[in-house]
């Protein structure tokens, strides 16, 4: 089994972490908003793993599971906001939500 | 402990009258301001007959302390404490004596006066700062009473509210002195600065142990006196209107005639002259600034002679003679000549304060009629008026044995030998004194010869006190030169007296004494129209001339339309190109630039969370790129 460079790992890693980010950004939807943070967090898991792997240590993969449930805890408040959110405006449009403006 | 009261009288009687004001009846208000002044006649009577008792012909008395002034060379005390010699001896009984006879005179002048309460409080509040005035033993004090005068002077030429050229007169008198007294403030902090001390007689003994020490005067120290010096004939020259702040004092006639007989001839325009005379030590050592002084009196006198031969209004006439008179006090003052110009000061006080009030009477008589064009043959009309008009015309041409003559010649026979003055301000004077007979006669042949040039009745004021004010005054008038005048011990060096070896042509004397007699013999021939005039059927009017020289002459020189030219064009432009204040604007700049942030962070703020996030990234992104570099 060949493997990996650290390199391509970290590559996946970013592209995967900006597609993420550029999902947050302009999605207007809450719910795809929410998908796309956890790309974001699954990209940075990647990178932790990669890491572990090259310097075989078992902490990259014990980060891993942290994110894992850091991500479960938000996506559980974030699905809350969601329904409060459909409920009181009946949609999920991030832009509604703009009353805190200066 | 009279002393200390003496300006209280007539505070007093300024507090009642300007609080009950309307509330008092034309008699009470009248007795109490006159009586308050007849106090104020007899407590300085009675001081005057103290001092002359007193052992060093001084009297002093400290009221309260005022505050301190802090100085490198120690702390000097300012004092309310009132300081009495010779020469303020002289001031005191002009200011209370003229002043009450010229009480007198108002209280009836203005009878009919609606405000004639207000009057005499504002009356009575010029002799309180005039007494301050000459009374005060520090200059601080001096300068209280100082702007106290001509914030009264302010208050009685702008009397007649109502009028506005009677208010841009008032105001026009009050910013003009502004600018002699701004000169005198900072003459006095420089003073104050080189020597540590304001106290008068401090500073005099002061100047005298430094000018007499072995080393003397250092350079700087002689700079500094040239400096107080011309600083504080700045603020002598604005009160006294002389050149070149003499603009205001013919416009001041508009207020009421016994404030400009009391103010703007006898006692106000002559407190320049006792500032120079009080702080003599001072200028003694500017020969310069002596010169400059002569000078300045003797071109004023000049200018003020010919602009008074052009006026048609009696009391400008008076005023420009004023101012010339007052010239002659300076000249005096400029030769060394100090108790000359005091003299003088004394019986112009007393000869024009008669020709003031009884202009006024004329005035009066006429029906307020200032225009001499439209008087004429009033001798016969109004004998009473007319001979005592007669009698201060004599005093102000200096005829032999009038109290004038004896002033004026004190002044003239001083002035050829003066180191600071000489023969060229000699013959100056000389001219000064035919011009003066000159344009006396001319106002009496206006006015009281000839044949009337008015169809209305004469109803001329018989009241007996006003009459006997009037007849005291003309009695001072004539007789007032034979008071004895001691002022060697106020003035112990006479600059004149010091060099005796100039030698003086014989006939000085006799050309100075009959130079009146020359003017009135021209102009008896000269004004020959004005004497006989004669009216032909109803239509015959006398009329001034209108060449443009006469013209120009009467008003005033062109002073007036100079300065305008230079101060008052250039200023109105400044604020017409200025409405928008440029300072204003730049500073302004600064509240434009943070509102121009508040913009834009207002639209950062936008509420969107999907901005924050963005934004949020960039600067990542920014902070990554940069660290890496």
């Known amino acids: 089994m060949t493997t990996i460079p650290l390199f391509h790992v970290l590559i996946l890693s970013s592209l995967l972490f900006l597609i993420g980010f550029v999902g947050v950004v302009a999605r207007k939807n809450t719910l795809f908003m929410l998908m796309s943070l956890e790309v974001m967090l699954n990209a940075v898991g990647v990178a932790f793993i990669g890491a572990g792997s090259v310097w075989q240590q078992a902490d990259g993969q014990v980060m891993f599971v942290l994110i894992l449930t850091l991500a479960a805890a938000e996506v559980a408040v974030g699905l809350a906001l969601l329904i409060r959110m459909q409920n009181k405006y009946r949609s999920l449009d991030i832009d509604l939500l703009n009353q805190m403006k200066g | ?629």
């Open chain 2, 1 to 629: 402990m009279l002393l200390a009261s003496l300006p209280f009288y007539q505070l007093l009687s300024f507090l009642l009258l300007i609080t009950f004001g309307k509330k008092l009846s034309w008699q009470l208000a009248a007795i109490i301001s006159v009586s308050s002044m007849a106090l104020t006649v007899l407590a300085s009577t009675i001081l005057l007959f103290e001092l002359s008792a007193s052992e060093n012909q001084i009297l002093n008395v400290n009221l309260w302390h005022w505050f301190d002034l802090n100085h490198a060379l120690g702390k000097s005390q300012i004092n309310l404490s009132f300081y009495l010699d010779g020469l303020s001896a002289v001031m005191i009984s002009v200011v209370s004596g003229v002043g009450f006879l010229i009480h007198l005179f108002a209280a009836i002048y203005m009878k009919s006066d609606e405000n004639f309460a207000r009057f005499m409080a504002y009356m009575n509040l010029f002799i309180v700062a005039m007494l301050i005035l000459v009374l005060a033993d520090n200059l601080v004090l001096l300068y209280l009473g100082w702007e106290g005068v001509g914030l009264c002077s302010f208050l009685l030429i702008g009397f007649w509210y109502h009028e506005k050229n009677n208010v841009l007169a008032a105001r026009k008198a009050f910013i003009v002195t502004r600018i002699g007294d701004t000169s005198m403030a900072i003459g006095l902090l420089l003073l104050f600065n080189s020597f540590g001390e304001l106290n008068i007689a401090a500073v005099t003994t002061l100047v005298q142990q430094s000018s007499h020490s072995v080393s003397g005067l250092s350079v700087e120290q002689t700079n500094n006196i040239y400096w107080i010096a011309l600083l504080l004939l700045g603020g002598a020259v604005g009160k006294s209107a002389q050149l070149p702040l003499q603009t205001w004092l013919p416009d001041a006639m508009a207020g009421p005639t016994p404030v400009s007989a009391l103010i703007h001839a006898a006692t106000m325009v002559t407190a320049g002259v006792y500032l120079i005379a009080r702080m003599h030590d001072i200028f003694i050592l500017s020969p310069e600034v002596m010169n400059y002084i002569a000078w300045l009196g003797a071109i004023t006198l000049l200018l003020a002679g010919i602009a008074a031969l052009a006026q048609t209004d009696i009391k400008r006439v008076l005023a420009y003679s004023t101012m010339s008179q007052i010239g002659y006090m300076m000249l005096a003052l400029g030769a060394g000549a100090w108790s000359a110009g005091v003299f003088h000061l004394m019986t112009h006080a007393f000869f024009k304060a008669l020709l003031f009030l009884t202009a006024g009477a004329v005035i009066y008589a006429l029906h307020h009629q200032q225009n001499l064009f439209k008087m004429g043959g009033l001798l016969k009309k109004l004998p009473f008026e007319g001979s005592l008009f007669v009698v201060g015309l004599i005093c102000l041409m200096a005829l032999p044995g009038s109290s004038g003559f004896f002033s004026k010649e004190a002044i003239i026979a001083q002035l050829w030998s003066s180191n600071t003055a000489g023969p060229l301000l000699w013959w100056c004077a000389i001219l000064g004194a035919l011009l003066t007979s000159i344009y006396s006669c001319r106002l009496f042949f206006l006015a009281f010869m000839g044949t009337a040039r008015f169809s209305d009745k004469t109803h001329s004021e018989k009241n007996i006190l006003l009459r006997s004010a009037l007849i005291i005054l003309a009695l001072l008038s004539l007789f007032g030169g034979l008071i004895p005048l001691d002022l060697t011990l106020v003035f112990p060096t006479e600059l004149a007296a010091s060099i005796p070896e100039i030698l003086e042509p014989s006939w000085l004397h006799t050309l100075a004494i009959l130079t009146p007699f020359i003017g009135i013999l021209f102009s008896w021939f000269y004004f020959k129209k004005y004497r006989t005039s004669r009216v032909v059927g109803s239509e015959y009017n006398l009329s001034a001339s209108e060449s443009r020289l006469v013209v120009f002459c009467r008003q005033g020189l062109g002073f007036d339309s100079l300065y305008s030219l230079l101060f008052i064009k250039p200023y109105q432009w400044l604020a017409e190109k200025n409405k928008h204040d440029v300072v204003d604007q730049v500073i302004m700049l600064n509240a434009w630039y943070i509102s121009l942030w508040h913009d834009a962070l207002i639209m950062m703020q936008n509420g969107s969370l999907r901005w924050y996030l963005a934004a949020f990234g960039l600067a990542i992104m920014l902070l990554l790129g940069v660290s890496f570099l």
